[in-house]
């Protein structure tokens, strides 16, 4: 099985700064894409940021500029540098990757979710 783990959540002030973090463990042989989503109350689930293992990135529109995502494939970790927060970016933020389990087979994972709360 593999798990992914975030961490780094909390409440912030506008304009300030968290950074998100993400280990995947388990069943590890390789790890393609991995990327961000965020939940916010009373909307569906969107699209942060993604980043493939050859380091092609992508940003939805509304965080470029303010957010930067990066990877260490040694550890099998993502991250999200989130500065400039806005009270829109409340959500609760998923860590998802796309692997490649022992038993040879591609499947997207999930993180349990960090609250993040943008408030003064």
């Known amino acids: 099985q593999v798990q992914l783990v975030e961490s780094g959540g909390g409440l912030v002030q506008p304009g300030g700064s968290l950074r998100l973090s993400c280990a995947a463990s388990?069943?590890?042989?390789?790890?393609?894409?991995m990327g961000w989503y965020r939940q916010a109350p009373g909307k569906g689930r969107e699209s942060v940021a993604t980043?493939?293992?050859?380091?092609?990135?992508k940003y939805a529109d509304s965080v470029k500029g303010r957010f930067t995502i990066s990877r260490d494939n040694a550890k099998n970790m993502v991250y999200l540098q989130m500065n400039s927060l806005k009270p829109e970016d409340t959500a609760v933020y998923y860590c998802t990757a796309n692997v490649l389990t022992y038993d040879h087979y591609w499947s997207d994972y999930w993180g349990q979710g960090t609250q993040v709360t943008v408030s003064s």
């Open positions: 388990g069943s590890i042989t390789g790890i393609n894409a």
């Open positions: 980043i493939t293992r050859g380091v092609s990135i």
